[in-house]
């Protein structure tokens, strides 16, 4: 980065700002017009090219102006985040009453995940995915063995929410009782707290038998008994505000109307990309730009990711848009729908 950091920020801030607000390439002189002339267009021209040569910004073609790279966007959404919430977007007043009465209107219904779409896509203005609370999501207890015929067992998967999931299970040679009760003991050990959804995609997995005969059960039960943890009812998927993007200058070119369409297309893939996202996000918070995005479909997009509650579990609110969609838009729109659950799920209810 430049020697002057003040004033570096401020130029880059102010690009991206003229990039999201216009969709086209900031010149120097346009900067410095939306700085009020704090710097002269010769003073912003010098910085934006050491701002390109960082790599925070990028030049389309040599008579044209300057939009940010995602290395630049992500500096902008960066310093916003540490500015949280100061920098956040004034929900207008209309806007935060529908969002209001539309989460009491739909409170405890089946159609509150469509509800939850429409919301978002008004309060962000770009594609909404919302993918409610899974069973997978559920978290995980202990596990429960009975011995039952000979060289039988009986697993119970205990979770909570009162769910309970069983099958039956080879021990292996030595079912001594105290043998049982201390492979039960380290399969509890290893799934307590853990979700459904972690313990089928890694901690059985990972199960190696040890040296004690507890061990070696245990060990075989886990792979015995990943039958439990498969066939959960997956959470509704929705989506709405395909129209709020098809406009932007971005999707005039072919491929990445096409990128977004084969996405969009498949409810599979929608749930796997916002699973992968959530397991890579700091936090309840994900924030994917251009190139950084680990799915592959997306790398020319944006998507910001929370999770949220549901009914005592857990799901996932999206916005998917341009590499330039107006981050405090949507990353206001995210929380004030999520603090809107929040207070809903929490707000006392009447004798």
């Known amino acids: 980065m430049i020697r002057n950091e003040a004033r570096a920020d401020a130029i880059l801030d102010a690009v991206v700002r003229l990039n999201i607000e216009t969709g086209r390439p ?91 779409a429409g919301l978002l896509s008004r309060l962000t203005a770009n594609i909404s995915i919302i993918l409610g609370p899974s069973w997978e999501q559920v978290r995980c207890l202990r596990v429960e063995l009975y011995p039952k015929e000979v060289r039988r067992l009986l697993m119970v998967l205990v979770l909570e929410n009162a769910m309970v999931r069983t099958t039956l299970a080879d021990p292996g040679d030595d079912i001594a009782r105290q043998t049982i009760e201390e492979a039960g003991r380290l399969l509890s050990e290893r799934i307590t707290g853990r979700t459904v959804a972690e313990v089928r995609d890694g901690v059985l997995a990972t199960f190696r038998p040890g040296v004690t005969a507890a061990s070696r059960c245990a060990s075989r039960l886990a792979n015995q008994g990943r039958d439990l943890f498969l066939d959960f009812e997956l959470g509704e998927l929705e989506l709405d505000g395909v129209t709020n993007v098809l406009g932007e200058p971005e999707f005039g070119e072919p491929g990445t109307l096409r990128n977004l369409v084969r996405f969009l297309e498949s409810p599979r893939t929608i749930r796997e990309a916002l699973m992968i996202l959530d397991r890579h996000a700091h936090g309840n918070l994900g924030v994917w730009i251009g190139g950084e995005n680990p799915v592959g479909e997306l790398h020319e997009f944006t998507i910001v990711s929370h999770r949220f509650p549901l009914a005592g579990r857990e799901g996932i609110l999206a916005v998917l848009g341009p590499r330039r969609m107006p981050y405090q838009r949507a990353l206001t729109g995210i929380h004030a729908l999520r603090d809107g659950l929040h207070s809903l799920s929490t707000r006392e209810v009447p004798a």
Do not use: C, N
């Open 26 to 116: 900031v010149s120097s002189g346009l900067v410095s017009r939306y700085l009020r002339r704090a710097y002269s267009a010769a003073t912003v021209r010098s910085v934006m090219k050491k701002l390109e040569e960082d790599g925070y910004l990028e030049q389309p073609h040599t008579s044209a102006g300057r939009r940010p790279t995602d290395r630049g966007f992500r500096r902008f959404v960066d310093a916003m985040l540490a500015g949280w919430p100061l920098a956040r977007w004034d929900l207008p007043r209309p806007l935060a009453r529908e969002v209001e009465e539309g989460l009491i209107r739909y409170a405890g219904s089946h159609a509150m995940v469509r509800a939850l």
